[in-house]
Structures are given as structure tokens and as C-alpha cells.
T-cell receptor, first 117, second 111 residues
């Protein structure tokens, strides 16, 4: 158990809908990262938040957005869903995630499996 | 981050040591080698990391060559539960914090 929790575990929805995925980082971790894993793309970084602020962006679509709340949990919002958005979505957390700090190992949650029909 | 090359798949007999190689010939001086594994669609699990010295923890050992252009992850006594995809990632401590996962090595531990 990494200490990172994600809800829900599974989500089935229809094209055009909007869903929200939730992540609670490990106690004490300030950074949250979101990754997408689809069959044809492998694990891809989407976005990082540090202490409530966006820190880095990867291959995140404009239809997707995220935020990190004062209690440090994070939500990933996926809208106008398409069949191709079906994937596993992982959240990871690390202590700080800022440049030149000692501990930046990321610990991953169990993921949310999204199926868009 | 430097690119890594790993074999697509490997088999290992249960109870034997599993040696997973990784080439990172373009690694630079401040880049660390990280290993993660993913067991059947579970979240990636951190295993170990190192800079230039060999490292060992309760899960595995990491051997980095003197020129740092390659490394080997060693699982000393592989069990069936070690069957997973193993990812070798080279990261710059001072750069972006996201992880770049390649295709990894699918390790199958055989009874």
C-alpha cells in the first residue's frame, strides 16, 4: 500500500459526458501528479500540482483539467469524453516535487479505470 | 531525461535471481537511474534508485556500471509475485519531476 488513494476504482460512462477522478496523496506529500495509461500509448504524464498550484503540464488535452485543494487532495476533470479516453488514470504523490530537492520519489495510487461507451 | 533501452521481455525461474538490464548511454552526470514495476494494471511501484554507487534495499539491488551507461536491477530470489513490467527511468534531479515511462521489460517468473 503506497498511501495514495484514488476513487472511484472503476467508472463507466458515455461519450460526451463529464467525470471527476479524485486522489488523496500520502500524508505529508505536497505534490500530486496525474498519469494516463491507455493500451496504445503506455503511461503518460498529464499534469503536476504542488501545494495547490499547477507546476508542470504534459500531454493533457484541453478537455481535461485538474486542481489541488487546500487539503492537498486533487481532482482530475475529464469532459466531452470520447471513446479514446478509456484508460487507466493514475495519481502519484511526492514530498515536494520542486527542483533540486532531495526526495522526489513518486508513489502511485491504485488507479481509476475509466470506460467510455 | 536520457532515453533508456530495455529488452521487451524476459523469463526467470522461481527462486533464481532475475537480472534486468537497462542501457542509458546518453545519461548525464546529475541524472539518477530509477526502477519502477507495474503488476498487471496496478499502480506503478517504486523499487530503487541510484546515481553511481550500487544500491540495495529490501526489494532489490541496483548495479550501475562505472561509466554509468548501463545498469542492472537484480531481484535476488524471484517469486511468482514478481511477474510484472519493469521500467528503468533516468531522471534529472534538478529538472522536471514527471516520470517518462518507456515500454519496460515484461518479466515472467516461471514455476
Amino acid at each position: 500500500d503506497s498511501g495514495v488513494t484514488q476513487t472511484p476504482k472503476h467508472l463507466i460512462t458515455a461519450t460526451g459526458q463529464r467525470v471527476t477522478l479524485r486522489c488523496s496523496p500520502r500524508s505529508g506529500d505536497l505534490s500530486v501528479y496525474w498519469y494516463q495509461q491507455s493500451l496504445d500509448q503506455g503511461l503518460q504524464f498529464l499534469i503536476q500540482y504542488y501545494n495547490g498550484e499547477e507546476r508542470a503540464k504534459g500531454n493533457i488535452l484541453e478537455r481535461f483539467s485538474a486542481q489541488q485543494f487546500p487539503d492537498l487532495h486533487s481532482e482530475l476533470n475529464l469532459s466531452s469524453l470520447e471513446l479514446g479516453d478509456s484508460a487507466l488514470y493514475f495519481c502519484a504523490s511526492s514530498v515536494a516535487g520542486v527542483r533540486a530537492l532531495k526526495q522526489e520519489t513518486q508513489y502511485f495510487g491504485p488507479g481509476t479505470r475509466l470506460l467510455v461507451l | 531525461d536520457a532515453k533508456t533501452t530495455q529488452p521487451t521481455s524476459m523469463d526467470c525461474a522461481e527462486g533464481r535471481a532475475a537480472n534486468l538490464p537497462c542501457n542509458h548511454s546518453t545519461i548525464s552526470g546529475n541524472e539518477y537511474v530509477y526502477w519502477y514495476r507495474q503488476i498487471h494494471s496496478q499502480g506503478p511501484q517504486y523499487i530503487i534508485h541510484g546515481l553511481k554507487n550500487n544500491e540495495t534495499n529490501e526489494m532489490a539491488s541496483l548495479i550501475i556500471t562505472e561509466d554509468r551507461k548501463s545498469s542492472t536491477l537484480i531481484l535476488p530470489h524471484a517469486t511468482l509475485r514478481d511477474t510484472a513490467v519493469y521500467y528503468c527511468i533516468v531522471r534529472d534531479r534538478t529538472g522536471a519531476n514527471n516520470l517518462f515511462f518507456g515500454t519496460g521489460t515484461r518479466l515472467t517468473v516461471i514455476p
